[in-house]
Protein backbone atom coordinates (compact mmCIF):
# COMPACT_ATOMS: atom_id res chain seq x y z
CA UNK A 1 0.00 0.00 0.00
CA UNK A 2 0.87 3.50 -0.90
CA UNK A 3 0.62 6.01 2.07
CA UNK A 4 1.09 8.54 -0.98
CA UNK A 5 -0.65 7.13 -4.30
CA UNK A 6 1.41 8.69 -7.76
CA UNK A 7 -1.46 8.72 -10.74
CA UNK A 8 -1.58 10.01 -13.93
CA UNK A 9 -5.24 11.20 -15.72
CA UNK A 10 -6.34 11.39 -19.05
CA UNK A 11 -9.24 12.61 -18.80
CA UNK A 12 -10.48 12.22 -22.89
CA UNK A 13 -14.42 13.12 -24.04
CA UNK A 14 -14.78 9.42 -24.47
CA UNK A 15 -12.84 6.78 -21.81
CA UNK A 16 -11.04 8.00 -19.03
CA UNK A 17 -7.63 5.89 -18.48
CA UNK A 18 -6.11 5.67 -14.84
CA UNK A 19 -2.46 5.11 -14.73
CA UNK A 20 -0.44 3.87 -11.64
CA UNK A 21 3.38 3.78 -11.14
CA UNK A 22 3.59 1.06 -9.37
CA UNK A 23 0.85 -1.40 -11.97
CA UNK A 24 0.91 0.60 -15.42
CA UNK A 25 -3.11 1.41 -16.54
CA UNK A 26 -5.10 0.25 -13.34
CA UNK A 27 -8.45 1.24 -15.42
CA UNK A 28 -9.66 2.17 -18.63
CA UNK A 29 -13.83 3.07 -18.71
CA UNK A 30 -15.83 5.12 -20.71
CA UNK A 31 -16.46 8.21 -19.54
CA UNK A 32 -20.48 7.83 -18.89
CA UNK A 33 -22.21 8.73 -15.52
CA UNK A 34 -26.15 7.80 -15.35
CA UNK A 35 -27.29 10.26 -12.46
CA UNK A 36 -30.88 9.94 -10.65
CA UNK A 37 -32.71 13.31 -11.24
CA UNK A 38 -34.95 12.72 -8.31
CA UNK A 39 -31.46 12.30 -5.59
CA UNK A 40 -28.63 13.74 -7.78
CA UNK A 41 -27.00 10.59 -6.98
CA UNK A 42 -24.30 8.69 -9.23
CA UNK A 43 -26.42 5.34 -10.29
CA UNK A 44 -23.18 4.03 -12.19
CA UNK A 45 -20.44 5.15 -13.70
CA UNK A 46 -18.22 4.27 -16.75
CA UNK A 47 -19.11 0.86 -18.93
CA UNK A 48 -22.27 0.16 -16.44
CA UNK A 49 -23.61 3.75 -17.23
CA UNK A 50 -22.94 3.74 -21.16
CA UNK A 51 -24.86 0.19 -21.06
CA UNK A 52 -27.53 2.37 -19.58
CA UNK A 53 -27.62 5.10 -23.12
CA UNK A 54 -30.68 4.99 -24.35
CA UNK A 55 -32.41 2.39 -22.49
CA UNK A 56 -33.28 4.16 -19.02
CA UNK A 57 -36.46 5.44 -17.41
CA UNK A 58 -36.98 9.31 -17.31
CA UNK A 59 -35.34 9.65 -13.82
CA UNK A 60 -32.16 7.99 -14.89
CA UNK A 61 -30.04 9.86 -17.36
CA UNK A 62 -26.64 8.46 -18.72
CA UNK A 63 -24.57 12.16 -18.86
CA UNK A 64 -21.13 12.60 -20.76
CA UNK A 65 -19.79 15.47 -18.56
CA UNK A 66 -16.78 15.74 -21.33
CA UNK A 67 -17.84 17.67 -24.27
CA UNK A 68 -14.97 17.89 -27.23
CA UNK A 69 -11.97 17.52 -24.46
CA UNK A 70 -13.30 20.22 -22.11
CA UNK A 71 -15.63 19.73 -18.87
CA UNK A 72 -18.88 20.49 -19.81
CA UNK A 73 -20.43 19.82 -16.24
CA UNK A 74 -18.56 20.30 -13.42
CA UNK A 75 -20.14 18.90 -10.70
CA UNK A 76 -20.92 15.76 -12.78
CA UNK A 77 -17.13 15.23 -13.33
CA UNK A 78 -16.08 15.70 -9.99
CA UNK A 79 -18.44 13.22 -8.56
CA UNK A 80 -17.28 10.82 -12.01
CA UNK A 81 -13.99 11.39 -10.70
CA UNK A 82 -14.78 10.34 -6.67
CA UNK A 83 -15.87 7.20 -8.31
CA UNK A 84 -13.28 6.18 -10.63
CA UNK A 85 -10.71 7.06 -8.31
CA UNK A 86 -12.49 4.75 -5.39
CA UNK A 87 -12.98 2.40 -8.27
CA UNK A 88 -8.95 2.49 -8.94
CA UNK A 89 -8.49 2.23 -5.19
CA UNK A 90 -10.05 -1.32 -5.21
CA UNK A 91 -8.70 -2.75 -8.11
CA UNK A 92 -5.12 -1.11 -7.91
CA UNK A 93 -5.04 -1.82 -4.33
CA UNK A 94 -3.73 1.59 -3.39
CA UNK A 95 -4.72 3.81 -0.80
CA UNK A 96 -5.83 7.04 -2.21
CA UNK A 97 -4.80 8.82 0.59
CA UNK A 98 -3.44 12.42 -0.97
CA UNK A 99 -2.25 10.93 -3.99
CA UNK A 100 -0.12 13.09 -6.63
CA UNK A 101 -1.76 13.66 -9.62
CA UNK A 102 -1.39 14.21 -13.04
CA UNK A 103 -3.91 15.44 -15.61
CA UNK A 104 -3.50 15.60 -19.09
CA UNK A 105 -5.63 18.57 -20.57
CA UNK A 106 -6.41 19.59 -24.71
CA UNK A 107 -3.70 21.90 -26.15
CA UNK A 108 -6.61 24.42 -27.16
CA UNK A 109 -8.29 24.22 -23.10
CA UNK A 110 -8.32 27.82 -21.89
CA UNK A 111 -6.82 28.72 -18.83
CA UNK A 112 -10.54 28.77 -16.95
CA UNK A 113 -11.22 25.16 -18.67
CA UNK A 114 -7.99 24.15 -16.86
CA UNK A 115 -8.76 25.15 -13.62
CA UNK A 116 -12.09 23.48 -13.68
CA UNK A 117 -10.24 20.19 -14.00
CA UNK A 118 -7.58 21.33 -11.41
CA UNK A 119 -10.48 21.94 -9.16
CA UNK A 120 -11.99 18.85 -10.33
CA UNK A 121 -9.42 16.93 -8.91
CA UNK A 122 -8.11 18.62 -6.10
CA UNK A 123 -11.95 18.22 -4.68
CA UNK A 124 -11.34 14.94 -4.44
CA UNK A 125 -8.45 15.35 -2.14
CA UNK A 126 -5.40 14.95 -4.33
CA UNK A 127 -1.79 16.33 -2.58
CA UNK A 128 -0.82 18.13 -5.74
CA UNK A 129 -2.28 18.24 -9.01
CA UNK A 130 -0.03 18.52 -12.27
CA UNK A 131 -1.81 19.77 -16.13
CA UNK A 132 0.10 18.47 -18.94
CA UNK A 133 -0.93 18.91 -22.12
CA UNK A 134 -2.52 16.19 -24.29
CA UNK A 135 0.38 15.87 -27.04
CA UNK A 136 3.20 15.93 -24.80
CA UNK A 137 1.51 13.07 -22.91
CA UNK A 138 0.63 11.07 -26.08
CA UNK A 139 4.00 11.36 -27.49
CA UNK A 140 5.86 10.31 -24.16
CA UNK A 141 3.38 7.42 -24.19
CA UNK A 142 4.31 7.05 -27.88
CA UNK A 143 7.81 6.52 -26.59
CA UNK A 144 9.46 9.28 -28.82
CA UNK A 145 12.52 10.99 -27.38
CA UNK A 146 10.54 14.03 -25.81
CA UNK A 147 13.39 15.66 -23.94
CA UNK A 148 15.54 16.00 -27.21
CA UNK A 149 16.19 18.79 -29.32
CA UNK A 150 14.35 16.54 -32.39
CA UNK A 151 11.11 17.43 -33.50
CA UNK A 152 8.34 14.61 -32.58
CA UNK A 153 4.87 15.16 -34.39
CA UNK A 154 2.07 13.73 -32.80
CA UNK A 155 -1.45 13.41 -34.12
CA UNK A 156 -4.10 12.26 -31.78
CA UNK A 157 -7.42 11.55 -32.95
CA UNK A 158 -9.27 11.52 -30.07
CA UNK A 159 -13.09 11.27 -29.00
CA UNK A 160 -13.90 14.97 -28.84
CA UNK A 161 -11.05 16.60 -29.78
CA UNK A 162 -8.26 15.84 -32.66
CA UNK A 163 -5.18 17.49 -31.28
CA UNK A 164 -1.31 17.85 -33.61
CA UNK A 165 1.52 19.04 -31.78
CA UNK A 166 5.27 19.36 -32.52
CA UNK A 167 7.16 18.29 -29.45
CA UNK A 168 11.13 19.09 -28.98
CA UNK A 169 12.99 19.38 -26.20
CA UNK A 170 10.41 18.84 -23.69
CA UNK A 171 7.80 21.74 -25.12
CA UNK A 172 5.26 22.31 -27.52
CA UNK A 173 6.84 24.12 -30.86
CA UNK A 174 4.04 24.48 -32.42
CA UNK A 175 0.73 23.15 -31.64
CA UNK A 176 -3.24 22.91 -33.19
CA UNK A 177 -6.49 21.70 -31.94
CA UNK A 178 -10.05 20.65 -33.58
CA UNK A 179 -13.19 19.89 -32.09
CA UNK A 180 -13.56 17.25 -34.13
CA UNK A 181 -12.64 13.68 -33.31
CA UNK A 182 -14.45 10.00 -32.77
CA UNK A 183 -17.96 11.82 -31.80
CA UNK A 184 -17.71 14.24 -34.51
CA UNK A 185 -17.67 10.84 -36.80
CA UNK A 186 -20.63 9.54 -35.00
CA UNK A 187 -22.66 11.91 -35.10
CA UNK A 188 -22.06 12.42 -39.14
CA UNK A 189 -22.69 8.45 -39.81
CA UNK A 190 -26.22 9.09 -37.95
CA UNK A 191 -27.27 12.23 -39.64
CA UNK A 192 -26.00 10.63 -43.26
CA UNK A 193 -28.63 7.77 -42.47
CA UNK A 194 -31.31 9.67 -41.04
CA UNK A 195 -30.86 11.85 -44.42
CA UNK A 196 -30.54 9.20 -47.28
CA UNK A 197 -32.83 6.50 -45.45
CA UNK A 198 -34.90 8.36 -42.86
CA UNK A 199 -33.86 6.06 -40.02
CA UNK A 200 -33.00 6.98 -36.99
CA UNK A 201 -29.98 5.20 -35.15
CA UNK A 202 -28.51 5.65 -31.56
CA UNK A 203 -24.35 6.56 -30.96
CA UNK A 204 -23.76 3.26 -30.15
CA UNK A 205 -24.78 1.86 -33.65
CA UNK A 206 -22.85 4.50 -35.13
CA UNK A 207 -19.77 3.69 -33.08
CA UNK A 208 -20.15 0.06 -34.37
CA UNK A 209 -20.70 0.99 -38.23
CA UNK A 210 -17.52 3.13 -37.47
CA UNK A 211 -15.24 0.89 -36.16
CA UNK A 212 -16.80 -2.40 -38.29
CA UNK A 213 -16.80 -0.98 -42.08
CA UNK A 214 -15.37 2.92 -41.71
CA UNK A 215 -12.65 3.39 -43.52
CA UNK A 216 -10.32 6.99 -43.99
CA UNK A 217 -10.55 8.25 -47.68
CA UNK A 218 -8.56 5.43 -49.60
CA UNK A 219 -9.76 2.93 -52.46
CA UNK A 220 -10.58 -0.26 -50.70
CA UNK A 221 -12.91 -3.54 -51.27
CA UNK A 222 -16.30 -2.56 -49.92
CA UNK A 223 -17.98 -3.89 -47.32
CA UNK A 224 -21.34 -3.96 -45.82
CA UNK A 225 -22.93 -4.27 -42.85
CA UNK A 226 -26.84 -4.74 -41.49
CA UNK A 227 -28.12 -2.39 -39.09
CA UNK A 228 -31.55 -1.27 -36.96
CA UNK A 229 -33.32 1.54 -36.91
CA UNK A 230 -36.54 3.32 -36.50
CA UNK A 231 -38.17 4.26 -39.52
CA UNK A 232 -39.33 8.03 -39.57
CA UNK A 233 -42.31 7.69 -41.39
CA UNK A 234 -43.55 4.92 -39.58
CA UNK A 235 -42.15 4.62 -36.53
CA UNK A 236 -41.36 1.01 -36.38
CA UNK A 237 -38.08 -0.63 -36.21
CA UNK A 238 -36.32 -1.29 -39.48
CA UNK A 239 -32.97 -3.05 -41.39
CA UNK A 240 -31.23 -1.52 -43.73
CA UNK A 241 -27.80 -2.71 -45.00
CA UNK A 242 -24.95 0.44 -45.28
CA UNK A 243 -21.73 0.27 -47.15
CA UNK A 244 -18.33 1.19 -46.56
CA UNK A 245 -18.34 3.47 -49.24
CA UNK A 246 -21.67 5.47 -47.60
CA UNK A 247 -19.45 5.49 -44.70
CA UNK A 248 -16.80 7.05 -46.37
CA UNK A 249 -19.08 9.64 -47.47
CA UNK A 250 -20.63 10.22 -44.08
CA UNK A 251 -16.93 11.09 -42.11
CA UNK A 252 -15.78 12.66 -45.24
CA UNK A 253 -15.90 16.37 -43.59
CA UNK A 254 -14.27 15.20 -40.09
CA UNK A 255 -11.45 13.33 -41.92
CA UNK A 256 -10.60 16.18 -44.25
CA UNK A 257 -10.47 19.18 -40.84
CA UNK A 258 -8.16 16.66 -39.55
CA UNK A 259 -6.05 16.84 -42.42
CA UNK A 260 -6.15 20.84 -42.56
CA UNK A 261 -5.37 20.85 -39.43
CA UNK A 262 -2.23 18.76 -39.35
CA UNK A 263 -1.36 20.59 -42.70
CA UNK A 264 -1.64 23.76 -40.71
CA UNK A 265 0.79 22.62 -37.67
CA UNK A 266 3.63 21.32 -40.09
CA UNK A 267 3.67 24.87 -41.94
CA UNK A 268 4.27 26.49 -38.67
CA UNK A 269 6.83 24.45 -38.40
CA UNK A 270 10.45 26.03 -37.57
CA UNK A 271 12.96 25.37 -40.67
CA UNK A 272 15.36 23.45 -38.59
CA UNK A 273 12.93 21.38 -37.04
CA UNK A 274 11.00 20.29 -40.83
CA UNK A 275 14.35 17.96 -42.06
CA UNK A 276 13.71 15.97 -39.20
CA UNK A 277 9.84 15.66 -39.81
CA UNK A 278 10.93 14.13 -43.43
CA UNK A 279 13.61 11.80 -41.33
CA UNK A 280 11.17 10.45 -38.33
CA UNK A 281 7.87 11.32 -39.94
CA UNK A 282 4.03 12.09 -38.03
CA UNK A 283 3.13 9.35 -35.11
CA UNK A 284 -0.52 8.56 -34.86
CA UNK A 285 -2.38 7.70 -31.73
CA UNK A 286 -5.84 8.35 -29.92
CA UNK A 287 -8.90 5.90 -30.86
CA UNK A 288 -9.17 7.76 -34.57
CA UNK A 289 -5.53 6.18 -35.37
CA UNK A 290 -7.16 2.93 -35.29
CA UNK A 291 -10.06 3.74 -38.41
CA UNK A 292 -8.82 1.48 -41.54
CA UNK A 293 -6.24 2.84 -43.85
CA UNK A 294 -5.90 6.50 -41.81
CA UNK A 295 -2.09 5.16 -41.87
CA UNK A 296 -1.85 5.29 -45.42
CA UNK A 297 -4.60 7.85 -46.29
CA UNK A 298 -2.35 10.36 -44.30
CA UNK A 299 0.98 9.76 -45.89
CA UNK A 300 0.05 10.14 -49.34
CA UNK A 301 -1.84 13.44 -48.40
CA UNK A 302 1.01 14.82 -46.57
CA UNK A 303 3.95 12.81 -48.51
CA UNK A 304 5.87 11.91 -44.68
CA UNK A 305 6.46 8.59 -43.13
CA UNK A 306 3.47 8.00 -41.19
CA UNK A 307 3.23 5.92 -37.95
CA UNK A 308 0.77 4.16 -35.58
CA UNK A 309 1.75 4.88 -31.92
CA UNK A 310 2.38 1.02 -30.23
CA UNK A 311 -0.47 1.43 -27.90
CA UNK A 312 -2.66 4.29 -29.36
CA UNK A 313 -5.64 3.88 -27.20
CA UNK A 314 -3.46 4.05 -23.70
CA UNK A 315 -0.82 6.05 -24.99
CA UNK A 316 -1.70 9.06 -23.49
CA UNK A 317 -2.88 7.91 -20.53
CA UNK A 318 0.98 6.16 -20.27
CA UNK A 319 2.38 9.05 -21.21
CA UNK A 320 0.36 11.46 -18.48
CA UNK A 321 1.68 8.56 -16.02
CA UNK A 322 5.12 8.46 -17.21
CA UNK A 323 5.36 12.51 -16.82
CA UNK A 324 5.67 12.37 -13.06
CA UNK A 325 9.45 11.22 -13.44
CA UNK A 326 9.75 14.83 -15.81
CA UNK A 327 7.47 16.97 -14.38
CA UNK A 328 9.84 19.96 -13.26
CA UNK A 329 11.23 19.47 -16.83
CA UNK A 330 8.50 19.82 -18.65
CA UNK A 331 7.14 22.92 -16.33
CA UNK A 332 10.09 24.38 -17.03
CA UNK A 333 9.64 24.07 -20.84
CA UNK A 334 5.79 25.18 -20.64
CA UNK A 335 7.35 28.34 -18.98
Known amino acids: MFSNAEIGIDLGTANILVYTKSKGIVLNEPSVVAIDMDSKNVVAVGSEAKEMVGKTPQNI ?126 DEIIQYIRKHYNILIGERTAENVKMEIGFALIDHDELSMDIRGRDMVTGLPRTITITSTEVQDAIRESLEAILETIRTTLENCPPELSGDIVDHGVTLTGGGALLKGMQKWLANEISVPVHIAPNPLESVAIGTGRALKMINKLQKAAK
Do not use: W
Open 61 to 186: VPIRPLKDGVIADYDVTAQMLKEILKKVSKVAGLSMRKPTVVVCTPSGSTSVERRAIHNAVKSYGAKEVHLIEEPVAAAIGSDLPVDEPVANVIVDIGGGTSEVGIISFGGVVSCRSVRTGGDKMD
